[in-house]
């Protein structure tokens, strides 16, 4: 580990994006340091074509959600139980974005992005700026060999790595 990051910078790679969270962990503080946290995807359906994403932003007390989100339930304060239904439902906030205020709202039912366009705008162009330094390397592409020899070698199971 190179907690001052020296070799990534000589590789020309930004600076890693951390905090020390040790005075709010351990209550000598009581605000964080963070004044932002940027929600990822891999991509699949957002707006920047299927690229690595981030596909939301949280700058409290706002949350701004884009694109196409799978998995999506609303559950019970007590999870999982006999009430709740899991379903894979689809969810989407298109480019425009679903806003919520996650302090009043924390199960983001009510959208705000139609009541407070300008906050939501202010988010989106804030996404658009982080998107820009997004890491997103060719990670290859998938023809099956790799399941069929995990399945044929390993009994299903991905690794041992080493030979």
Not at 10 to 33: C, E, I, K, Y
Request: charged content about 20%.
């Amino acid at each position: 580990m190179d907690p001052t990051d020296d070799r990534a910078a000589a590789a020309g790679l930004p600076p890693v994006d951390s905090f020390d969270l040790w005075p709010l962990l351990s209550g000598a503080n009581s605000t964080s340091p963070r004044a932002e946290l940027a929600l990822g995807s891999a991509g699949l359906a957002s707006p920047w074509g299927g690229r690595a994403a981030v596909q939301g932003l949280i700058q409290m007390p706002y949350k701004l959600l884009i694109g196409e989100l799978g998995e999506n339930i609303w559950q019970s304060p007590v999870y999982p139980n006999a009430s709740t239904s899991w379903q894979d439902n689809a969810f989407s906030c298109g480019d425009a974005g679903c806003l919520f205020d996650i302090e009043s709202d924390p199960s983001e039912y009510h959208d705000l992005a139609g009541e407070q366009p300008d906050v939501a705008a202010r988010l989106r162009a804030r996404i658009a700026q982080l998107q820009e330094r997004v890491y997103d390397p060719w990670r290859g592409g998938d023809d099956g060999a790799a399941c069929a020899a995990a399945s044929a070698r390993w009994g299903g199971f991905w690794g041992p790595f080493e030979p």
